[in-house]
T-cell receptor, first 111, second 112 residues
Framework: DAKTTQPPSMDCAEGRAANLPCNHS???????VYWYRQIHSQGPQYIIH???NNETNEMASLIITEDRKSSTLILPHATLRDTAVYYC????????????FGQGTRLTINP | NAGVTQTPKFQVLKTGQSMTLQCAQD?????MSWYRQDPGMGLRLIHY???????DQGEVPNGYNVSRSTTEDFPLRLLSAAPSQTSVYFC???????????FGPGTRLTVT
């Protein structure tokens, strides 16, 4: 599975868009980009995933660059409840039950 | 649906004791996994199962045993607890599409 690089921490003001970057320069053609988050000691929560097209759901948007070497998770209107550690994970979909977590980005939403 | 449930929520063991962490899911998911999370770290995969009767090792399997006799249950056994196994343990399940994993609330284990 490709390695990912994320900033260790970020801050965002409540109500603004939170943009979380992830670098995955060694991603291969059949690897997906998954995003999970973990809110203070709870079990991780799935957010979104994508292969090469941009994706949007009720929680977030995922923007993947054309060369697929990086991506950005966008929380359009961040709330205090979005304060969490966000994990970007790259893997083939057949192995998606075997998640490999890095350090993630600790996102703090400030009032 | 209750989703993924784990028991107990908290446990303290003495070195050398054995115990079983329970995990159950009511979503009829084929795939189930166990992860551990040490302070300030991401989760690491211990063991996983792709169906009843089928299990395999993850990244950190030593000191742990698993079995999968039913689709619903995936217990994790510590045969002889060690202080290095002090951690928070998460169980997860997913269906065959493998789009997302559902995680339980975790078991916080302390080994003294």
């Amino acid at each position: 599975d490709a390695k990912t690089t994320q900033p260790p921490s970020m801050d965002c003001a409540e109500g603004r868009a939170a943009n979380l970057p992830c670098n995955h320069s060694t991603i291969s053609g059949n690897e997906y980009v998954y995003w999970y988050r973990q809110i203070h000691s709870q079990g991780p929560q799935y957010i979104i995933h994508g292969l090469k097209n941009n994706e949007t759901n009720e929680m977030a948007s995922l923007i993947i660059t054309e060369d697929r070497k990086s991506s950005t998770l966008i929380l359009p209107h961040a709330t205090l409840r979005d304060t969490a550690v966000y994990y970007c994970i790259v893997l083939i979909i057949q192995g998606a039950q075997k998640l490999v977590f890095g350090q993630g980005t600790r996102l703090t939403i400030n009032p | 649906n209750a989703g993924v449930t784990q028991t107990p929520k908290f446990q303290v063991l003495k070195t050398g004791q054995s115990m079983t962490l329970q995990c159950a899911q009511d979503m009829n998911h084929e795939y189930m996994s166990w992860y551990r999370q040490d302070p300030g770290m991401g989760l690491r995969l211990i063991h996983y199962s792709v169906g009843a009767g089928i299990t395999d090792q993850g990244e950190v399997p030593n000191g742990y045993n698993v079995s999968r006799s039913t689709t619903e249950d995936f217990p994790l056994r510590l045969l002889s607890a060690a202080p290095s196994q002090t951690s928070v343990y998460f169980c997860a399940s997913t269906d065959g599409t493998a789009y997302e994993q559902y995680f339980g609330p975790g078991t916080r284990l302390t080994v003294t």
